[in-house]
């Protein structure tokens, strides 16, 4: 059966004059509950089979803005009942979870379970109320979804829940989740409906519905907005019409969807126009997604399987044996740990295993750190490697995508304690032939071991595309059939299970001479029989050259191309050895630290540059500025994302502190300054705080105004400042016109500051008719333009 959502709630409740500027939509549901029920009533009349509580910001995080966040149990229990009392049964209600605000750590200021925290105090009050499902909604982060998902199950595992991110229209959302990564993502954490809304239109929606439904099993929803707005004699006006937005819904059901409904921009009419465009159309018929094991990072996808190319697990993030390694992270240090992340991807890795195993730490405190530092660095998908359950929980909970555990065993406390965490949090499980009995020797062994495993995995929820099989391997100078056993494990899984397969190959030649020449053999035998993911040393140019060459012999490498590429000097992914930092490279050493952000050791390289004679100027051009110059490359080219960026704009600011330090003088004026805030009415801030970060680690001097600023004191601050660049935000459809209407205030007052504007509702077209002289679609952009600005206005300054 087809469902019919409801479309936007503010603008309807602004145009009537209801909601004014600044106030809370929320507390309506108290104050005016009539006007409440009487929106959901239209929707009702027009067709909606599903309407949604006015509860979007009603979390303690939001609503503390107005001083209600005591208040979140009475105003999302009175939204329930309001819809209700609309509904009078003729259709369900979805309690409405809007995003918190704020990026959760690294990323941000707020921690996991501060955000768990608040929508589970959300989503506790809108069951109370007797919300048929919960939607969360326009969330423009993996890992904050993530919370959200963990906090609505643990407050009802059995309320359907709806997931829906929010894409820009590169799609994918700001921090870089694409919708194959957060349908596998939130399936694997037991998302009932995924799905999209708001952004952007029902045409850039449509390939985001493809995707998501040919990535999960799970019924897929979207609302999109009624286009993106246009500013028309001071009004914002969204541009489609109920017959336009009704035009598209049967291609979006042919898609996948079988939710279907509006957000911004949308009134009773175009949900009307939906209703009557799709009366005819059954569910969607839909292709299963292939059974296969994927892992995700918040950006990336990667699949394993027989019929794919051989995926390379890099085993160096593990102190075991590692002297150095083990004292760094002993002392809190993880800058080895982020070089060997970085480089193990650039050498070939698709998977980075990761062990804290340090005696003498607490090794949930230093998984949890290492999990959030790789995964902002890298888009390589991650395996947590212990046999802590309070280590692996304190990873996974980090961990802004699907992770691989490494490894379940069939001891008791192994499946007693890892099973239930690889369901809670959507992992993948290596399956470890291991038992408290022991060693197993031959292939059957390992099979009887497996199938314990798998039975007691299943048990607790787990399905078929949950599991990789590792074979084990012992060493032949101990065990002459060892080889021969593991061969026929491998052959055994493919035939019993279908499973992918994997292991460690070094242990095959200890004790031995020429153990490389062992190793590589053994890998050629191995990948002959059906090993998918071999756990290896990325560096090590014997084992890729054998995997390449196996590759293009088993046929998983069409015509030879990629073992032709990197047997010759063009190969791209080449492994290449550490450079040692010499005080030749230093400068080039400094740039390749701030495009990978490794801002804990960037200080001590600006340093040593200086004092071997580069000067500040050769630093921040060479270095500096050309580094970031890469990462905005990069990221315009959708090569790393706003993690990435964000890290390499703090690694940046480390550098200029530095300078600064050393030689004051020389550093002492800044590139300009800029007056920058969230406009009127608008409690949004999170897009603002990425710009502000960014400007200021490029130079510039910052003076954030903050969220819901009145227009008096934005154009005041930018007279006192005498502001190059005022910086404006908005975020909603309601408060969109406050743009214009500050535009307008700073031109009378005289100011000469240069505008730039941006906003997730915001458009080029939309800037222009406010009168701005630059629209920023991101953070990065809104740097270059900034730049540009200023030394527009420096050299315009200057008769010629």
Known sequence: MLNIFDGAMGTILQSAGILKTGACPEILNLNNTAAIIDVHKQYISAGSTIIETNTFGASSLKLSHYNLADKVREINIAGVKNAKAAAQGRCKVAGSMGPIGRFIDPLGDISFDEVYKAYFEQAHALIEGGADYLLIETCIDLQEMRAALLAV????????????MSYSEDARTVTGTDPQTAAITLEAMGADIIG?????????????VKILADNCRCPISVQPNAGMPHLIGGQTVFPMTPDDMGSWAPKLVEAGASFVGGCCGTTPAHIAAIKNAIAD?????????????ALTS?????FIGADLPTKLIGERINPTGRKKLAAEIKTGSFISVKKEAVEQTNAGADILDVNMGVGGIDQSIAMEKAIKEISQIVPTPLSIDTSDPKALEAGLKAYPGRALINSVSAEPDRLKYFLPLAKRYGAAVLCLPLSDKGLPKTGNERIAILK??????KKFGLHDNDFILDCLVMTIAADKTAAVEVLTALSLYRSEFGYPSTMGLSNISFGLPNRPLINSTFFAMCLAVGLDAPIINPYDHLMKNTLLAASALNGKDSNGQKYSL?????????????IEITDENIIEAIKQSIITG????????????LKNGHSSNEITENALTAAMNIVGKNFGAKKIFL??????????????????????AQLAKSKGTVVIATVKGDIHDLGKNIVSALLENNGFKLIDLGKDVDNEKIVRAAIENDADIVGLCSLMTTTMTQIDAVIASLKEAGSTAQVIVGGAVLTQEYADSAGADAYAADGVVAVEIAKNLTNKRKNDSFPQ
């Open 452 to 457: 314990k495993i798998i039975t007691a995995a």
């Open 281 to 293: 159309q059954s569910d969607p018929i839909r292709k299963s997604p292939l059974k296969r094991l």
């Open 196 to 208: 999209a809304n708001c952004s952007t239109g029902p045409e850039e929606l449509l390939p985001i």
């Open 643 to 664: 993690p990435q960026v964000m890290l390499s704009a703090e690694a940046m600011r480390e550098a200029f502190l530095k300078i600064k330090e050393i030689l004051p």
């Open 153 to 164: 199950k643990d407050a009802s595992p059995a309320i359907p829940v709806i997931c829906q």
């Open 298 to 302: 918040r950006t990336k996808t990667i």
């Open 598 to 609: 490794e801002k804990e050791n960037i200080a001590g390289l600006v340093e040593r540059a």
């Open 566 to 578: 990197y047997a010759s000097d063009q190969a791209v992914d080449k492994p290449t050895a550490i």
